[in-house]
C-alpha cells in the first residue's frame, strides 16, 4: 500500500529564474548516468518532473514505450505538455503526484527516475520504498540529487559562503536535506536496496555565458518571494542580507577568471527479481 503522505517545502519556489534553470536540464547533461541502461520498449515514471525537458529527453530515448511525468506542481505540469507536444511526443503524460504516495499499482514502471528530488522530501527513504514498490522486479530506480556543502567556486567572493550557509538553513528548515547527494547511497539501503551503483557528475559554469547565466539565476532566485519570505520569515536572514548575497553572485559572475561547479550524487538501484 501506498505510504501517507510527507512531503517538504519546496525551497526554490517556481519563480521565472528557477525555470530558467530547471529547462536546462537534458537527460544528457543530467541523468547520462541512467542513459546506457534504457532500452526502447520501457515504461518509465519520472518523479518531480518540473518543465518536463528531461521527460520529453526520456520519452525520445523509448519510442516504443511511454514515460509518465509527475509533479506536485499543478502549473509547472501545463509548461511539461507544451514542452512534449512542441517536440511532437505521442509516447508521455503528465499528471500530479506525490512521491511518498504514488497512485500506481505495484510493479507497474521498468524504471522509476527522479533528478533533484530527494533534497526536497519530507522523508526520502520513504520516498524510495514508494519508489521502488511501483518499480517491477528486475528493473531500476535512478536518482540524482545535488550536494550543495560540496559545491565549490573561483575566486573566493564575500558573500557566497553567506548564499550557500543561508540556503542550506532554510532549506532544513523547511524539511528538506541540502546534502542530500552524499546521502544517496545510505538512503538506498535503508530502503532495502542491495543492488545499488553509486557515482557521482557535476555541472561546471566557466566560459563568460555560463557564468552570466549561473550567477543570475542566483541572484534573481535570492530575491524571489518565495525563498524571500522563507528566509526572512523565518528567521534566517533580514532583506538586506539577502539583496548583500545577490550582490555577491553578481560580482562573482562578472570575474574573467570565475569558476563553479555542482556536484551531484546519482544512484542507480535494482529491485529484487
Known sequence: MPKARETAVYTHGHHASVLRSHTWRTAANSAAYLIGALEPRMSILDVGCGPGTITADLAELVPDG????VDRAPGVLERARATADARGLTNVDFAVADVHALDHPDDTF??????????????????????????????????????????????????????????????????GE?????????????????DITA????????TEAERTWWSELWAER?????YAERAVGGG????????????????WGAQP?????????????????
Not at 535570492?222 to 518565495?226: G, K, V
Not at 534566517?236 to 553572485?249: D, G, P
Not at 556536484?263 to 535494482?270: A, K, T, V, Y
Request: charged fraction near 25%; glycine fraction near 8%; charge should be negative.
Open 66 to 69: 511511454h514515460v509518465t511525468g
Open 110 to 175: 521498468d524504471v522509476v527516475h527522479a533528478h533533484q528530488v530527494l533534497q526536497h522530501v519530507g522523508d526520502p527513504v520513504g520516498a524510495l520504498e514508494e519508489m521502488m514498490r511501483v518499480t517491477r522486479p528486475g528493473g531500476i530506480v535512478a536518482v540524482r540529487d545535488a550536494d550543495y556543502a560540496a559545491m565549490t567556486w573561483y575566486p573566493e567572493v564575500e558573500g557566497l559562503d553567506d548564499w550557500r550557509d543561508l540556503y542550506r538553513r532554510v532549506a532544513r528548515a523547511n524539511g
Open 178 to 194: 541540502p546534502d542530500a547527494g552524499r546521502r544517496l547511497l545510505s538512503w538506498a539501503r535503508a530502503a532495502g536496496f542491495r
Open 199 to 206: 557515482t557521482s557528475s557535476t555541472w561546471t559554469y566557466a
Open 222 to 226: 535570492t530575491l524571489a518571494p518565495a
Open 236 to 251: 534566517h536572514a533580514t532583506e538586506e542580507q539577502l539583496h548583500a548575497v545577490s550582490r555577491a553572485w553578481r560580482e
Open 257 to 273: 577568471d570565475g569558476w563553479f561547479a555542482v556536484l551531484s550524487g546519482e544512484i542507480l538501484c535494482r529491485k529484487p527479481s
